[in-house]
């Protein structure tokens, strides 16, 4: 859900530099990018997931997501980019109405592209720590080390 607001940056940009209206239809491309940002962050959260169930840590789980799917996320940003040109442009009759849907399609999904892969990966490191970690910033001693009754 980090991600949506970086989304709006983006559509609000896109307007302003067309000079474009937000509309019904600029409103609409709004509702259809925030189902694809949300799954952009989904495929990074839940690779990163996966690899720590897998025995990685959070740092080396976040490398490994985004170095795995950076690729399938900036593949369907530019199929999104491309498919969305020609009704950016308005190059038909009538286009003018429904171009600032692409307008705004185009400028969300740019930027919250390049931030969900920045933005998203730091926030999940604040939020989910190692359990080593954990427990030493709650001042607990780790699993596995030794105790003072386990002493001879």
């Known amino acids: 859900m980090a991600s949506l607001p970086l989304a709006l940056i983006g559509v609000m940009l896109a307007l302003l530099f067309w000079r474009s209206t937000l509309n019904v239809f600029s409103m609409i491309g709004l509702v259809m990018l925030m189902g ?3 799954k952009n962050a989904i495929l990074l959260v839940d690779f ?6 897998a025995g990685a840590s959070v740092k080396h789980a976040l490398l490994q997501a985004g170095q795995t799917r950076m690729r399938p996320i900036v593949m369907t940003t530019a ?4 498919g969305m040109l020609p009704l950016a442009l ?25 931030l969900t892969l920045v933005v998203v990966p730091v926030l999940y490191s604040y939020l989910v720590r190692d359990p080593a970690r954990r427990a030493a910033a709650a001042g607990a001693v780790p699993l596995g080390a030794a105790m003072p009754a386990d002493r001879d």
């Open 79 to 82: 199929a999104m980019v491309f």
């Open 90 to 114: 308005a190059f038909n009759d009538g286009g003018e109405l429904q171009a600032p849907m692409g307008r705004a399609i185009i400028g969300g999904i740019l930027t919250s592209t390049l």
């Open 48 to 53: 990163a997931n996966q690899a720590r169930r």
């Open 36 to 38: 694809l940002v949300t």
